[in-house]
């Protein structure tokens, strides 16, 4: 086995078929084919499953894929270093942010970063999928989850919060909740995962209560959600971040002010792969959103610090 070897399983596995693997390495399918069955029987073990239209690791073909992925960050990385000296930081980034978070939150974060580094090139996915960075080459990914994936790096950015809140006119109309449970029979608008029951989860003191939610309307598009909410539609279960200065204002009214609500999982974790050496650009970009979710815990709407999770 050889470096050229676990670079085309690498080109493979992030390209997630052969044919587009072939144009990736500007060879035809057959050639990538035959090279791939060749690794195959020197490893004497079966590294790729196919489909006609996909192609996944097997547990041996995923140690390898991460092997050689690392490889090739590094020769990247020292390859960059020499390019660099002396020049501004260059390179690219290809970053998936949640679309409720990467745009009320990080967007101006990442806007920043582009102006103080203009030659770094930003390729910026909103997305709240979770999905395989290895399948996606996306470099750095920002989710909100119970549990992050093992196969990955996960740097806990903070905790979520969760506010129910409705306009004043629906307040006005079917008045206010006195508690979680009521929200089970009364219009919800929120995001939700197809195929399951939507769990909230709301804390007081010592209390803890689940509520099983039946929504109205359901998007994973924030800002339609806040319309929705705004247009006195129903009541919104949100993170705080896409509703706190319409509350801070008046627009909208917060409900349940006493508990503290949960949906979906609480954490926000950023995931990359495990590398030893990343490229200095992606380097770059996980130290600056360390440093500005940690500027988000100052008593902003964003993110509570990690250590919030001990009170609930």
């Not at 309307?217 to 009541?235: C, D, E, K, T, W």
Request: hydrophobic share 40%.
């Amino acid at each position: 086995m050889d470096t050229k070897s676990l670079t085309l399983l690498v080109e493979i596995l992030d390209a997630g078929n052969l044919s587009e693997a072939a144009r990736r390495l500007k060879m035809t399918r057959a050639n990538v084919s035959y090279h791939l069955t060749q690794l195959e029987r020197s490893v004497g073990m079966q590294l790729v499953r196919r489909t006609t239209r996909h192609v996944e690791p097997t547990e041996v073909g995923l140690k390898l894929y991460q092997h050689g992925r690392a490889i090739r960050e590094e020769l990247v990385a020292a390859r960059e270093s020499i390019d660099t000296l002396g020049k501004t930081p260059q390179g690219r980034v290809r970053l998936s942010v949640p679309s409720g978070y990467g745009q009320f939150v990080m967007q101006p974060w990442l806007l920043a970063f582009k102006q103080q580094y203009p030659d770094i090139v930003l390729d910026v996915l909103f997305d709240n999928s979770v999905e395989d960075l290895l399948r996606n080459e996306v470099d750095i990914a920002v989710r909100i989850m119970s549990e992050p994936p093992q196969n990955l790096v996960a740097r806990e950015l903070g905790q979520v919060g969760y506010v129910a809140c409705a306009s004043p006119e629906y307040v006005a109309r079917a008045g206010v909740p006195q508690e979680p449970a009521a929200l089970s029979h009364l219009p919800v608008i929120c995001a939700a995962v197809i195929g399951r029951p939507l769990r909230l989860s709301a804390y007081r003191g010592g209390t803890r209560e689940h509520v099983i939610l039946e929504p109205t309307l359901v998007s994973r598009n924030y800002p339609f959600q806040r319309a929705a909410v705004q247009a006195g539609i129903g009541i919104g279960v949100v993170p705080d971040y896409v509703v706190h200065e319409d509350i801070a204002r008046g627009d909208l009214v917060q409900l349940l002010p006493q508990w503290r609500l949960s949906i979906y999982g609480r954490g926000m974790y950023m995931l990359y792969m495990p590398n030893r050496h990343h490229p200095r650009a992606i380097a770059m970009m996980i130290e600056y959103i360390l440093a500005r979710a940690q500027e988000a815990h100052e008593g902003r709407p964003g993110l509570l610090a990690p250590a919030a999770r001990a009170a609930i």
